[in-house]
């Protein structure tokens, strides 16, 4: 009963323990995918793949960050420093140039061990983004968000199930 009565009737607040736990867990992931890229560096394909993945991971964090939560902190280091202070203009750029920057280290579609990134991830996050862009910055990216929501529906792997909706 703790906090589900408020997330049914959308009256929740900084204080209900399932908002506090999923913020806390957003940035323990950070925090995990942090320490990962500043562990491991460069090297072979494989390696860079794994940066990527984790990049990845980590823009997708803070892009939960900024959808949900709006303006809140930001590091891209393990420290004990107090983090940077992000706007969600500030969140959506990095998450921007994070999934860009990243892209052209992961996978092709469906080239990837089942369960890992490859770019219709990236693609798919990029698309949603964008679809979202006036809420986050005041300016509509609608024709990004159709761009890249084409790429994923046209990845020539992945294909939308056009069946029934009972599985056989």
């Not at 560096?41 to 860079?48: M, R, V």
């Not at 469906?110 to 679809?131: C, P």
């Not at 890249?148 to 529906?153: C, F, R």
């Amino acid at each position: 009963d703790a906090g589900v009565p408020e997330l049914l009737h959308n009256t929740f607040g900084a204080d209900n323990i399932f908002s506090t736990g999923l913020y806390y867990r957003l940035y323990f992931t950070i925090t995990l995918c942090n320490f990962y890229l500043d562990q491991v560096n460069g090297g072979d394909d494989e390696t860079l793949m794994r940066r990527a993945e984790v990049r990845f991971i980590r823009a997708m964090q803070y892009f939960h960050i900024m959808d949900i939560f709006g303006n809140a902190a930001f590091t891209e280091k393990v420290s004990a420093e107090l983090a940077q202070y992000y706007t969600r203009d500030q969140f959506y750029a990095y998450v921007e140039s994070e999934l860009k920057a990243c892209e052209g280290d992961l996978a092709e579609p469906g080239q990837n061990t089942y369960g890992r990134i490859d770019k219709v991830a990236a693609w798919n996050l990029l698309s949603r983004l964008y679809l979202n862009a006036e809420v986050y910055t005041g300016a509509p990216q609608w024709e990004l968000a159709k761009q890249y929501a084409e790429a994923v529906i046209k990845n020539g792997h992945y294909a939308l199930w056009t069946g029934n909706a009972t599985n056989p």
